[in-house]
Nanobody, 124 residues
Framework: QVQLVESGGGLAQPGGSLRLSCAASGRTLSSYVMGWFRQAPGKEREFVAAIDRSGVVTYYADSVKGRFTISRDNAKNTVYLQMNSLKPEDTAVYYC?????????????????WGQGTQVTVSS
């Protein structure tokens, strides 16, 4: 079992940047496919980005493609989400999640472990 803790959220202006981190403990992160999801008030949790175990294969939601970058450092047991050119519609609680199976998928129900989330607010 793995425990996940997100950090790096906060307030950013439109066009600004934030970098989220997700630190894992309890088991090595290299055993998991990792994903980032977000949930805005009154909306369902949605896929943002995912990365395979080795960090080679990545997937993005169309809404963040070209602006967000997911990466991982297995030696540090940490996954990152670099968010650039932020928009007000990016405002949400951001969650990282771990998936035990090898395939990289987008559905939140396919992920086994979740962090508690970090708030990102984009506003002027």
């Amino acid at each position: 079992q793995v425990q996940l803790v997100e950090s790096g959220g906060g307030l950013a202006q439109p066009g600004g940047s934030l970098r989220l981190s997700c630190a894992a403990s309890g088991r090595t992160l290299s055993s998991y496919v990792m994903g980032w999801f977000r949930q805005a008030p009154g909306k369902e949790r949605e896929f943002v980005a995912a990365i395979d175990r080795s960090g080679v294969v990545t997937y993005y939601a169309d809404s963040v493609k070209g602006r967000f970058t997911i990466s991982r450092d297995n030696a540090k047991n940490t996954v990152y989400l670099q968010m650039n050119s932020l928009k007000p519609e990016d405002t949400a609680v951001y969650y990282c999640a771990a998936r035990s199976l090898r395939s990289v998928v987008r559905g939140p129900r396919e992920y086994d472990y979740w962090g508690q989330g970090t708030q990102v607010t984009v506003s002027s």
